[in-house]
Structures are given as C-alpha cells and as structure tokens.
C-alpha cells in the first residue's frame, strides 16, 4: 500500500477510500465559457470516470487518521451543471468515498465514509476542461504555468459524501492540497505541478506520462492480483459478498420497500440475520439493510450455525422489526427482573396470514436472538437479555437472558434446551402443542 500511494502522489493521480469521520458534502464547482449542450456531451464522454474503486487512500481524503486498516476504496460522483448568470455553464462535482475498515480486534469493522480533500472533484473537472479543449491527458502537453484565476475557482472547500476516481486516472492531479483549483476551457486547460515539469519539452513530458501510464497499470494489475488471492483465501464465517454490481439493499425484507443503495460487485457485508430468501446485513456502523440471499456470496455453513433452524425453509419471512429499544426488564420473570434488556417489537408483514403458527414464531425469534446476541457482543453497555414482543392478534412475548442466547449461538445448547430456558408468555404462543 505504501507503495501505491508513492506512484499515485508522484504521478498527482486522484485515488481515495473510505474512513471513520462523515460529513455533508461540499461540492466544487467550475464555471466553463462552452454552451451547456457542449458541456453536456463532455460529461456523457467522461461517465466512466464517474464512480470506480480505490487502490490507494493516502494524500486523498481529509483525515489524520493511519489509514493502515483501510481497503476496498470506492468513489462516485454525483454531477450537476447549470447555466450561470453571466454566461456559459458551471458545473458542480461532490465526491463521496466509502471504504472497508477492518478492526484488528474485529468488533467494529465495516464500510465507513472519509472525508474527501477535493483533488477527486478537482481532477474531474480537469478532465471536463480538457474534453470541451478537445484534448486528453496523454495527448498534449500541459502549460507549465496558468494564471491564478484563467479557470474560475471553487468558492468552498469541498468535504465529501460520494467519491470518483476514474477522473484522475485520465488527467494528472492539479495539486497536492484541497482548496479550489484553477479551472479553463481555453488553450491552458490542462494543469499539472509546474515546479516539476518547467522547462520540459513536449517529448519529455509526453514520454514522462507515458511512463507513469505504464507504472500505472503495473500497479492495477498488482492491485488485481491482490484482490484475486484475497477473495482465494477463506472469507470470514459472518460476511457475505455481493456478487453483481448495482445489487440493490433495501430497508425491509420486501421488494416494495424503499432501496436505502446499491451496492457493487465484491463489496462484503457483515451478516446480521438471515430470514429465508433474505439477509440482514450491516451496512456502516448502525445502518442496516437487507439483501436478496441469492445475490450474495454466502461463507461455507453459515446458514447451518446461524440464523436457521430446522424445518425452516427458504419461503419470505413473516414478521419485521418495527421498533428497539434498550430498558430495565418491565416483567416479573426472575433472570431479568430489575435488569436492562434489549426489547425488540415485532409485526407480521402485510403479506402474513392473520394467524402464524408457533413453530413461524420460534424460527424468527431465533434468528432476532442470535442477531441481538452480535450485536450486543460489540456494545459496551451492560445487557442482561433480550426481549421480543409479537405484535400480533395471536402474538405473545418471549424473553431469554444473554447468557442463554450465547449458548445457543455458540452451539453448547441445543435449540430445546434453550426454548426451555426461555419466558414464554403466554406458552401457548410459542408451542406447538400446550403443555399438559
């Protein structure tokens, strides 16, 4: 990685990842004397450079932050152009950079957004420049120096949500600090470090880039080789990889329910639940979401250990979560009595029968109780169980401590014996047949 990040500084290419902090996105903008039409036609041109992944982190995102467990950078940029006041077209690029953080102890690892130092955004609107200039980054030689302001200027100091990096690849960075950059159509519209290349010929600089090009995909293809032994190796029992881009992640287990984004090819996700046909994932810290089970890349037995119990089969979940909550055990039941619980509501789908039968209701409280038993392992509050509440006609409540959940997960109980550790209330609820 180290060495990633030499070629992509030295080279002033735009490639960025993910981090811990977020913020709301600063766009920059340029403004271009070309009509809009054109200006239009250029931004068509340049829509594979719009969003791609990120080799390398360092120099391109706005943090203090070692980026050391940093991988699987992502950019996309989201384009506006308008026509200003005074003539041409302005056009505003916000960059969003997302990346996973792998957690050395593994607790809290998952995509995070960093914050973007404006070289992406910049380096896009180069790229714009230089295609209403009718010229491309290899094919002509900079200006060594440009006037101040020959370009217009970005008014604000981008931050970032969305990122893109494909734009850099095309046109060297214009500068290693994340103010506004100069911007032109005219004649000197591509920028590059002036110190560097101040009395170069065209040849030379020609035949510079075409070096760096050269290093540049000797360092993809490594990048690739990387990515390929990686995937080779065994995933973690608890991650699922997406395997066609534009998969979408919805809020609920349903395809009406609203699409919270799309993830790409190879992107990997922490498993929260799976409920027949669908996953629960974790998107970034307490974003979750759900995906089709059979657009993931499913680890080796995990569906065996977690998640699904006998008889249960691949047919569309009953229930959702309608609420949480974390509060002292409100019933009399003495292993949580006085204690504070994680209390999960619960509400068949409108596509339930009015009536659901008890073994439904066991085999979904199974699966909220190995979720919240995850989710609780990485808190550190003090949680002594957990509580699900069936919002239904027929509905009932069962509570089981924390201690009891994890022997389940960890396979030292079988699922009888942890039914028989467990408040059933009312029992009836939640057995097939009453008890005698």
Known sequence: ?????????????????????????????????????????????????????????????????????????????TIQESPPAGGGTTVRVTAKITAWYADPSGAHSGYRILTSNGRIESDFLDSVGEALAGKSAAASPPAATAPPNSRGSSTTKPTATAASASASAKSPASSGSSGSAPASSGPASENTQPGALAGMTTEAIRAKREDTDRKIKDLTTQVQNFEQIRASLSRPDDIAAVKKGGTPIYSNPEEKAEILMTAEAGDEFPILDVQGAWVHVQISGPSRGWMRRAQLEMPAGFLEGVGKSSGESDAVPLFRVTREDISPFAGSWGPLKDNVVKILWVAPLDSAPAQTSAQAKRTYARSLFLKAYREISSDTAETAGVVIVFDSADGGQVAATLASVKLLATGKISDEVFWAQCSLDPPESFEDTPKQ
């Open 1 to 77: 990685m180290r060495v990633a990040s030499t070629v992509a500084l030295a080279i002033g290419i735009v490639l960025a990842a993910a981090a811990t902090a977020s913020g709301q996105a600063v766009p920059t903008e340029r403004t271009f004397s070309a009509t809009e039409a054109r200006v239009q036609k250029a931004l068509r041109d340049l829509h594979s450079a719009v969003s791609g992944r990120l080799p390398v982190l360092d120099g391109f995102v706005d943090t203090t932050e070692p980026l050391d467990h940093y991988e699987r950078g992502f950019y996309q940029c």
